[in-house]
């Protein structure tokens, strides 16, 4: 089993920058691949960005590209996204998710872990 915490949302303006952490602890070395998705009141859960746990590779949604990065640190169990230049359409509950396999990165079935979630609004 892999656990996984959120943390770092907040209330930011527009055009205001915020990072999200996300702690992994219990079997972190079975992880293959860890995402970040959101969701919006009334909407589905939608990808973000994903990070492979041992390799280089990077994927973002095209509604953030530019603007997020996503990173890790293997040595903290740690991964992060950079969120910058926020609209107010990125206003979201932001999870944190593991898989296990080397599955497709966009896809919230190919998930086998979640986080909690953690409320990020962007407003003036």
């Known amino acids: 089993q892999v656990q996984l915490v959120e943390s770092g949302g907040g209330l930011v303006q527009p055009g205001g920058s915020l990072r999200l952490s996300c702690a992994a602890s219990?079997?972190?070395?079975?992880?293959?691949?860890m995402g970040w998705f959101r969701q919006a009141p009334g909407k589905e859960r939608e990808f973000v960005a994903a990070i492979t746990w041992y390799g280089r590779s990077t994927y973002y949604a095209d509604s953030v590209k530019g603007r997020f990065t996503i990173s890790r640190d293997n040595a903290k169990n740690t991964v992060y996204l950079q969120m910058n230049s926020l609209k107010a359409e990125d206003t979201a509950v932001y999870y944190c998710?593991?898989?296990?396999?080397?599955?497709?990165?966009?896809?919230?079935?190919?998930?086998?872990?979640w986080g909690q979630g953690t409320q990020v609004t962007v407003s003036s």
């Open positions: 219990g079997r972190t070395f079975t992880i293959y691949t």
């Open positions: 998710a593991a898989t296990e396999q080397g599955r497709p990165v966009r896809v919230t079935t190919s998930y086998d872990y």
